[in-house]
């Protein structure tokens, strides 16, 4: 694998469905690890509050190891499927999302919960696959509003025109 595989800026679109598995690990895992750095950060400082330092890294690997097994687990899956069946569709997503689903029951001790958890990512990973060949966003970009409170100063909300300065009447 050459050193663009490796790059963290690696998309899972970029290679096509059932190549460079590291690449799609890649961009799954960094998500994955936002996502539970960013969860985990909310749960310590919000919910749980552990007082030093282990105790709290305890709880960042509590959250973030999931995180990043539910992702890889998706990735691992939706390759496999692809290599096993030969087919590019949904139902590789599926088996991926499932497989996600499992390392959640697994992490929460819970098989109901797992089985819920792989229909749930089973109908997002169907739709996203389905908005990847139909060409449409699954998640749009968010565009810039006019009226913004954080920066106020962007716009002009005066009622007239300041006018021109510096001009005579020409005599």
């Given at each position: 694998?050459?050193?663009?595989n490796?790059?963290?800026?690696?998309?899972?679109y970029?290679?096509?469905?059932?190549?460079?598995?590291f690449?799609?690990?890649?961009a799954?895992?960094?998500y994955?690890?936002?996502?539970?750095?960013?969860?985990?950060t909310?749960?310590v400082m919000?919910v749980?509050?552990?007082?030093?330092?282990?105790p709290?890294?305890?709880r960042?690997?509590?959250?973030t190891?999931p995180f990043v097994?539910?992702?890889?687990?998706?990735?691992?899956?939706?390759y496999?499927?692809?290599?096993?069946?030969?087919r590019d569709?949904?139902?590789?997503?599926?088996a991926?999302a499932?497989?996600?689903?499992?390392?959640?029951?697994?992490?929460?001790?819970?098989?109901v919960?797992?089985?819920?958890?792989?229909?749930?990512?089973?109908?997002?990973g169907a739709?996203?696959?389905?908005?990847?060949?139909?060409?449409?966003?699954f998640?749009p970009?968010?565009?810039?509003?006019?009226?913004?409170?954080?920066?106020?100063?962007?716009?002009?909300?005066?009622?007239?025109?300041?006018?021109?300065?510096?001009?005579?009447?020409?005599?």
């Open positions: 694998m050459g050193c663009a490796m790059s963290l800026k690696a998309n899972y970029d290679k096509p469905e059932g190549d460079d598995l690449g799609k690990m890649i799954t895992n960094k994955a690890l936002a996502g539970g750095l960013g969860w985990s909310v749960e919000m749980s509050k552990p007082k030093g330092y282990l709290t890294i305890a960042y690997v509590y959250f190891g097994g539910m992702a890889s687990a998706f990735t691992v899956g939706a496999a499927a692809n290599k096993l069946r030969g569709d949904g139902w590789n997503y599926v991926g499932f497989a996600a689903g499992g390392v959640y029951g697994a992490w929460k001790r819970n098989v919960g797992g089985l819920v958890a792989g229909l749930i990512f089973s109908v997002a739709l996203k696959k389905q908005s990847v060949d139909e060409g449409w966003e998640f970009e968010v565009k810039q509003h006019a009226i913004s409170a954080v920066n106020p100063n962007r716009y002009d909300f005066t009622l007239t025109q300041e006018r021109e300065r510096g001009w005579t009447s020409g005599k």
